[in-house]
């Protein structure tokens, strides 16, 4: 039986044992989940690592490597992600612009839709304005794993109509160093997924949400920031209805080989690289990698 308990701020504060009962629930019970921000955002602020790196941006060369000569991950929990699924998503540093979804399927070759290389925009920025080294900061750079998605499409006015992919990290830098290229091994640009992991990050999704950007002035719109998970464009904005969760899932399953039904989104599976492709404050599009293709 699945449990979801959303609850607000002021009701939290009425509660004195509230964040132990919900850490307790978590620990019993997998699929027990709320929003992390309204459990207690003071404690947001206390697992932070002040670690700096030289240069968070991945240069050229490094991306074009990423790209194209991942390893294969054969060695990896015994090749639990070979002939997967690589997922890229390039970003500005500036995270309060929208990143770049990209996507390689079973046979390595990157996803294809009307003669193009597939696409789509995604936003990682903590609407908190948290940076990644902090709980429900911003979703750091790095290396994670994609392994299916959870078991109900709740909650969605903060998660949206469709069910969220899960992401987990690599459980040390030795092994975080099998999904990366010879050129990128020695470089800063992944490892903010280390500080994150080795803080107690928890929970990272990709997900929708039924909530509505109503600034359109905003640089993100008309994405709704997260508490520092991925999000995808979702409701009608002038005009559009935006359905992006459906479209990712539904491309993740046929770039594995599966019929894009409900039932084959347990099965996703494979590896995301995130990546800060540029510190210019704008929306990463396909144009600043073309010249990669």
Known sequence: MRIIIYISFLSLCAFANTQSYFEEQLKNNPHFEI???????QKSYQKKNKTKFKNTIISKKQLRDLLFNTPDYAYYKNGKYKNKLKVFLLCSSDRSYPCLFLMKDINDDFVM???SVWRLPGLALSRHGLPYNITNGSTPTGVMTLDSV???????????EYRRVILNWIPNDNLMNQFLPVSSKNSDWWKQA??????G???LRIHGTGNINTDKKSSYYPHFATSGCISTREGKY????Y?????LLDKMMTSLQLGPIFSNEVLIEGVLYVANITNKKKK??????????
């Not at 359905?243 to 479209?247: P, Y």
């Open 201 to 203: 990050r928890k929970y």
């Open 194 to 199: 280390s500080i994150a992991r080795d803080i």
């Open 238 to 241: 002038d005009g559009t209805v």
């Open 284 to 293: 990463v599009t396909f144009k600043d990698i073309e010249d990669l293709f």
């Open 243 to 247: 359905k992006d969760q459906r479209l």
């Open 35 to 41: 929003d992390p921000a309204l459990l207690n955002p």
């Open 150 to 160: 959870m078991p109900l499409a709740n909650n969605t006015k903060w998660y949206g």
């Open 113 to 115: 839709e009307d003669n």
